[in-house]
C-alpha cells in the first residue's frame, strides 16, 4: 500500500502532549491512506479496463495495425519508420513481427506506441508493488510496466505471484530496478509471471542463486554485459520453462551457462560479439529449436564445426562480412534454415561455397549484393530470402533470373518494366510479397515473357488496363492477393485463357460474378466461403472447372445451378454445413463426395428433413450424422432404413414430429 508518512518532528523527550499529537498525526494519515485505497485501485481497475478495449498487436493483419496508430494521431513518417525498424530489428524465431518488437525494444522512439495495444498496460504511478495491487492485475493476459518502482521490498517481491497464474502471456516490466536483493529474489522466484528487468547494472552471485529456483515462463536479465563466472553457474541451474534472456551479454565464457541455454527452443543472445569453440561446443544437444547470435563478429572454421549439425532449425549468425570460405564450406551442411543477419556481403568465394547448402538462406540485412556474389549463390538449390534489396539494378535482376531456387525479394515494394522483363521467365520462383500493386507497362512484360505459371502473391488489386494486360498471359494466372475486383477488372480477366486463381476473393457483386464466368479455363475461387443465389447462378455459367474449396453456406438456388452443371466443380468444405434443410443442397452433396460425413449438423427436422434423408441414404460411400442431436420420426426411419450408416446412440436422439404432424399415443418410435 502507499503511505504518506509524516515528516519526522524534533521533540524534546517525555512531553506528553506532543506524544499525543504524534499519535493523533498518525492515525490520521492511516485513516487517509485507507480512504485512498479504494480509489487508488479503482484507478488501476479503470486503466486496466481501457487498455483492454484497444486493439491487439497480435494482429495479423499490418494495416489493422496501421489504422490503430493512425487512430491514436501516429504521424504517417513515423508508421513507415517503425515498420522499417521492425523489418531490420534483429528478434527471436526470425520473425519481424510488430509485437515481439514492441516487447524487446528499448528505443525511447517506439516504446510509447505500446500505449496503443492492448497488451501492453503502463502504470507510472505505482510505486511500490502490493497485493492489492497485483489481485487487481491477476487476470491481465499481458505485460505490465512499472517504471516508478526502484527497488522491490521483500512483501512486494512476494506480491508478484498473485500476478500471471497459468497466463502465458503475462508479463511484469521493471526498467526502474537496477539491483536486486537475494531476499527479494528468493521471494520472486514463486512468481508464474514472466520476469523482465532491462536494465540491471549489476547481479550478484548470492541474488543468481535465488532467481536460479524462478520456475515460471521466463526470466529476462537485460542491461548485464558480463557474467562472473560464479554468477553465470548459479544461472546454468534456473529451472524456467521458456529459460532465460541476457538481451545485452556480450560475452560468454561460461560452459554450463550455454548448456542451459542449449535446452531452450530459442536461444537468443543478440549482443554476443565472440563465440569461443567450446562454448559453441556447448550449445549442441538442441532439437529443432533456434540458435540467434545475430551480433557475432566472425564464425571461424573451429566454431563453424560445432554449430552445424548442433540440432537447431534455425540458425543465425553475424560476421558474415569476415565470413571465409572454409567457414561458409561447412555452414553449408546446415541443412535446415541458415540466417546471416549483418549487413556487409560476404566474398564471392564464399558465396560459392555456401550456395552447396540445400535448405534456406536468409540474408536480412545485406543490400545491395555485389553482381559477383548473386551470380555465384546462383546454384542455390534452396530458398534464398532477401529481406533488405528494395531496388534491383539491371545486374542484379539478370543475375536473379538465373537463380536455380526460389527467391524471396521481401523488401521490393515496386517492379519496374525493365525488371519484369529480365524476370518473367522465373518469375514462378521468385516471390514479390511487397509488391502491392503493378503498372501496365510491367504487367505487359510478365505476360510476354512468363513461363507456365505468372503468380504475384502481393499484389492486392488491379486496374482494368493492368488486368488487360495480365490476361494476355497464357498459364496459370495466380492473384492470390487480390481482395477486390470491379466489373471492369473481372471483364478484362475474363479474356485470359488458362486457369486462373483468386484466392482472396470472399465475396464480390454479382456483376463481377457474370462477368468471370466467361473466362475459358480453370476459375480458382478457394477464399469464397458462401454463395448467394445470383453469385451462384452466375459461377455455374463458368465453361470450364470450377473450384470452390471454401464454400460452406450455400443458398438452394446456387446449388441448384450448380448441380446442372457437367464441368467439374471442387467442394471441399461443403461438408462443414451446421444446418441442412435444403433436398437440392443435399443432392449436391451426394453427387460431388463419395462419403458424406456431416461433423456440424445437429438436426435434421422441419418439412423438408424426410426428404433430405432419402436423398443422403444414396450416399455412395459412408454416411456420417454423428453429431445428431434431433430428428424427425419420418427422416430417422428413413436412415435407419440404410445398412451402412454412422448415428449417434440411438437413446440419446430427440424426436420432433414433422410440423402438423404430432407424436400421438399411437405413433411408433422407429427405434
Known sequence: MISLPLSPQHVAPGLLAVAVLAVLATTVTSQHADAAEPARLAAIRERIEQQLAKPSVHDDDLDAIDRTLADAGVSEETIIALHHAVAQANLPSMVA?????????????????????????????????????????????????????????????????????????????????????????????????????????QLSVETARALAKYRGVALILGGLTTLPADVAEALAKLEAERGLLLPDLVALDSVPLAQRLAKQDHVFLPSLRKLSPEVAKAFRGNDGGELALPAIEEVTPEVAKQLVGAGYYWLS???????????????????????????????????????????????????????????????????????????????????????????????????TPESAKVLAPRIANIH??????????????????????????????ISPEVATELAAFRGHLLLPGITTLTTEAALALATHRGDLSLDSLHE????????????????????????????????????????????SDIA????????????????????????LNSPVVAELMVKHFEDVSLAHVTSLTGPAAADVARILVRTRGTLALRSLEHVSPQALEILLNRPKIELPELADLKIVAEPGQPVGDDYIDPR
Open 97 to 201: 513481427s510488430m509485437d515481439a518488437f514492441l516487447f524487446f525494444t528499448r528505443d525511447p522512439r517506439w516504446m510509447p506506441l505500446r500505449q496503443h495495444f492492448s497488451e501492453f498496460l503502463l502504470l507510472p504511478d505505482v510505486f511500490e508493488v502490493d497485493a492489492a495491487t497485483m489481485r487487481m492485475l491477476a487476470d491481465y493476459d499481458g505485460v505490465v510496466t512499472l517504471p516508478g518502482v526502484s527497488k522491490l521490498s521483500l512483501q512486494a517481491a512476494a506480491a508478484c505471484r498473485l500476478f500471471g497464474e497459468g497466463l502465458w502471456g503475462a508479463a511484469i516490466e521493471f526498467p526502474g530496478i537496477s539491483e536486486i536483493d537475494p531476499e527479494a529474489a528468493e521471494k520472486l522466484a514463486k512468481c508464474e509471471a514472466m520476469l523482465a528487468f532491462p536494465h540491471l547494472r
Open 317 to 415: 549468425l553475424g560476421g558474415a562480412g569476415r565470413l571465409t570460405p572454409e567457414a561458409a564450406e561447412i555452414l553449408a551442411t546446415h541443412e535446415a534454415q541458415l540466417v546471416l543477419s549483418g549487413p556487409e556481403s560476404f566474398s564471392e568465394a564464399a558465396a560459392r561455397s555456401l550456395a552447396r547448402q540445400k535448405g534456406t538462406i536468409v540474408l536480412p540485412h545485406m543490400a545491395p549484393l555485389p553482381h559477383d556474389v548473386l551470380e555465384a549463390l546462383a546454384t542455390h538449390e534452396g530458398a534464398l530470402i532477401l529481406g533488405s534489396m528494395s531496388t534491383l539494378t539491371a545486374e542484379a535482376a539478370q543475375a536473379l533470373a538465373t537463380f536455380e531456387g526460389e527467391v524471396y525479394l521481401t523488401a521490393m515494394e515496386r517492379l
Open 432 to 461: 514479390l510479397p511487397a509488391v502491392h500493386s503493378i503498372d501496365a507497362a510491367s504487367a505487359a512484360a510478365l505476360a510476354t515473357h512468363a513461363r507456365d505459371q505468372l503468380q504475384l502473391e502481393g499484389v492486392t488489386t
Open 508 to 551: 464480390m457483386a454479382p456483376e463481377v460474378a457474370i462477368a468471370l464466368a466467361q473466362h475459358r479455363g480453370g476459375l480458382w475461387l478457394p477464399g469464397m466461403t458462401s454463395l448467394s443465389a445470383e453469385i451462384g447462378k452466375a459461377l455455374a455459367g463458368t465453361p470450364d472447372s470450377l473450384v470452390l474449396t471454401g464454400v
Open 556 to 579: 438452394p438456388e446456387a446449388a441448384a445451378a450448380l448441380l446442372a452443371r457437367t464441368d467439374p466443380i471442387a467442394f471441399n468444405s461443403l461438408l462443414h454445413v451446421s444446418q
